[in-house]
């Protein structure tokens, strides 16, 4: 990159905002590890203690991004005149922070401490209410939370619904509008797949995975995957957690965890993949970006769709299996030695409605996704009361899966996300799958073999691909000019859409 001589007083300007941005980047660093510490090594008895800690630590860093020495900075370097003559780094960074700064300025410090309290005792509320399977117990904070995002909404300001400010955090440049026709053509194809899948008399045998796996062998078998697939050891570990992450502290170091199942071998495997995806596109962002806020994912729609198309795309196609079953075998004579690729590939896509979203399938997957959506959107359109939550709920799982819950813990308590106010959160899992199906048609059309090359156990060049395309770029683009630079379309459902009724017509000979 051709770099632009800069007036001197604009140098000194961006000298010292990149050097605020760098020990941004290091507070962040250091709390990313606090935080994989508490989840991973933490002696139980240390850790409410120690989530104090932390929380001053954040506060500290908070104080820095709103700081009047940052907020001069960015006056200076966004004038339009000055700004032009950045390059292309720094002005995306400028881009990114000038968003983040004014947002937490325009939030009350008061207003915000309230709530920080609120989804607190949410929190605890959401845990009992669970427990003795009372929905009442929750209710109350759950208002306070939805009317809280409500004004929140406001306050961001939006153009035509209130939930588009809330999708914008998570989502940069989404609204609704081009949200629900996407998510409408997803939902009513899925649904009538579900139903045909249901008639076909063709179904996997997932007898084959009601037996015990020892978790010893698991883990002998997920290490020898991970670094395979694409994961660089030198730069990240493995661990075990009850709920799989991925913790970036820099490129260099990339934690993800994942849990062994003694009776849910699929769990860890693909829990696995899972995380190896996120894992990856972390630890290929270009070295450039280290120290800037844009060494991250553009999105957590983007983020997403890389993991999926990791764990999906590749992780449950025939090509992979192809390869590394006999090695699964190996692991595991007893259970699997008698059963055929062909009986393993479709027993681990074998579709059937459940109550929990984290336990779906690829194809249910997103109606439980286009449930949350739909009633977000409503709670923060003023058009449906929490109270009548757990009707809507049991409601829309029948119309669209096809069966209700027997209690709201099974059904609209089952998730975290709102006791914690993450309100435009759901939808990005759709998206990642909505934006890892036109990444793998794009990948297919330019590299014919993709399939070819899993099948041989090459992976090279499809990380290749995924790096220069995707992970490299960090969050120096939006997500619509990525998706744009990479496929050439904004996004569309038909990808997925026909991905899904491709693959499950083969599976169950429809
Ligand atoms: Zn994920």
């Given amino acids: 990159m051709e770099q632009k001589t800069l007036d001197p007083a604009v ?9 605020l941005e760098e020990k941004l980047a290091h507070f962040l660093s250091i709390s990313s590890l606090l935080e994989w510490d508490q989840k991973v090594t933490a002696p139980k008895k240390g850790r409410p203690i120690f989530a104090k800690a932390i929380g001053t630590f954040r506060t500290e860093e908070f104080k820095l991004s709103v700081s009047d020495e940052m907020g001069e900075l960015l006056n200076t370097l966004s004038t339009p005149e000055v700004y032009a003559n950045l390059d292309e780094i720094t002005q995306a960074q400028i881009r990114e922070r000038k968003e983040e700064y004014s947002r937490s300025k325009k939030i009350p410090a008061d207003m915000y401490r309230d709530y920080v309290v609120l989804t607190a005792r949410a929190n605890d509320a959401w845990e009992e209410a669970r427990e003795t399977n009372n929905f009442s117990i929750f209710e109350p904070f759950l208002e306070k939370i939805v009317d809280y995002n409500r004004k929140v909404a406001g306050i961001f300001g939006y153009e035509h619904h209130p939930y588009d400010a809330l999708l914008h955090q998570y989502e940069p440049g989404l609204s609704v509008a081009v949200l629900d026709p996407l998510f409408a053509k997803l939902r009513e194809s899925s649904v009538a797949l579900l139903e045909r899948i249901k008639q076909s008399g063709s179904k996997p045998n997932v007898g084959i995975f009601e037996q015990s796996y020892d978790v010893e062998q698991q883990k002998k078998f997920n290490q020898y995957l991970l670094p395979l697939i694409g994961f660089d050891m030198n730069a990240g570990r493995l661990d075990e957690t009850v709920h799989p992450f991925a913790q970036p502290m820099n490129t260099g170091d990339v934690r993800i965890t994942t849990r062994y199942l003694k009776d849910n071998v699929r769990s860890a495997v693909f829990g696995t993949i899972h995380e190896a995806g996120h894992g990856i596109y972390e630890q290929n962002i270009d070295p450039r ?23 999906n795309m ?9 390869h590394f079953y006999p090695t699964l075998q190996q692991h595991f004579p007893e259970q699997l030695g008698q059963v055929s ?17 984290v336990e779906a399938d690829e194809l249910t997957y997103n109606l439980h996704i286009m449930i949350r959506y739909e009633i977000e959107k409503a709670l923060i359109g003023g058009e449906i009361e929490v109270k009548d939550l757990p009707e809507i709920w049991n ?6 899966l096809g069966i209700t819950p027997a209690t709201d813990t099974e059904g609209v308590l089952q998730d975290v996300h709102w006791s914690f106010g993450g309100f435009g959160y759901f939808p990005s899992y759709s998206l990642g799958n909505l934006y890892a199906a036109q990444l793998l048609s794009t990948i297919v059309r330019e590299k014919p073999d993709f399939y070819d ?10 990380q290749q691909w995924l790096k220069e395309n995707i992970h490299r770029h960090g969050k120096l683009y939006t997500p619509e000019q990525l998706i744009k630079n990479v496929t050439g379309e904004d996004l569309k459902a038909d990808y997925l859409v026909n991905y899904l009724e491709d693959k499950y017509s083969r599976i169950y000979n429809l």
């Avoid at 690729?341 to 409605?353: D, G, K």
């Avoid at 090359?453 to 499809?462: L, P, R, S, T």
Wanted: no cysteine; aromatic share 12%; charged share 20%.
């Fill in 11 to 19: 140098q000194a300007a961006v000298d010292q905002y990149k050097a």
């Fill in 289 to 311: 970006l280290e120290g800037t806020a844009l060494s991250t994912g553009a999105s957590f729609g983007i983020h997403e769709s890389q993991s999926r198309f990791l764990e």
């Fill in 314 to 322: 590749v992780g449950r196609s025939e090509a992979f299996w192809h």
């Fill in 341 to 357: 690729l062909t009986e393993f590939y479709r027993a681990i896509n074998s579709v059937q409605p459940t109550m929990i979203r």
């Fill in 395 to 400: 409601q829309k799982m029948q119309d669209y």
């Fill in 453 to 462: 090359q899993i099948q041989a156990g090459n992976f090279a060049g499809v």
